[in-house]
């Protein structure tokens, strides 16, 4: 779901909002754990630990015993980065769009399969069909709409006659 990149991020970002923050390695980070306080006592006691773990950060307190992925940890004890981190997650994961053009030029593509994909074969009447593209927001190259135009033409000769 979340790369061990975007991860490191969010834990380089907690320096002011954790006590004792220490980034120990590359892969390694360090603070007093917000779960259960660390300590009384020694306020600079820092038992938390975020470590890399195949692929995506783990965290562990050796005072407490709490463990968890650092994902959950940072939902449960830190919403504004969680929050952040699944704008960004989305932002990079999802594509504003498809390019739909590239349907046009592939191998082995029929005519009846765009006329599926482009509900050709569901509305008869152009402008109902052409503000069903719009609504659906299709955007194509002017040169394919053509040929969408063209093949809707075709499929309701075809079906009349």
């Known amino acids: 779901m979340s790369t061990q990149h975007e991860q490191m991020l969010i834990a380089d970002s907690l320096t002011y909002d954790v006590r004792n923050f220490r980034k120990k390695t590359q892969y390694s980070w360090n603070w007093s754990c917000q779960v259960c306080g660390d300590s009384a006592t020694n306020p600079r006691k820092a038992r938390f630990w975020v470590d890399a773990k195949e692929g995506s950060l783990v965290c562990h307190?050796?005072?407490?015993?709490?463990?968890?992925?650092?994902i959950n940890y940072i939902k449960d004890y830190h919403p504004s980065h969680y929050e952040r981190f699944k704008k960004d997650t989305v932002q990079i994961n999802?594509?504003?769009?498809?390019?739909?053009?590239?349907?046009?030029?592939?191998?082995?593509?029929k005519k009846d399969d765009l006329a599926k994909l482009f509900y050709i074969d569901k509305y008869s009447d152009p402008k109902q069909?052409?503000?069903?593209?719009?609504?659906?927001?299709?955007?194509?190259?002017?040169?394919?709409l053509d040929i969408l135009i063209n093949l809707h033409k075709e499929h309701h000769e075809k079906r009349i006659s």
């Open 61 to 70: 307190c050796f005072n407490c015993g709490y463990s968890s992925s650092f």
């Open 94 to 109: 999802a594509p504003a769009h498809f390019d739909l053009d590239r349907l046009f030029t592939r191998k082995g593509i």
């Open 129 to 144: 069909w052409a503000k069903i593209l719009l609504d659906k927001k299709i955007r194509l190259s002017r040169y394919n």
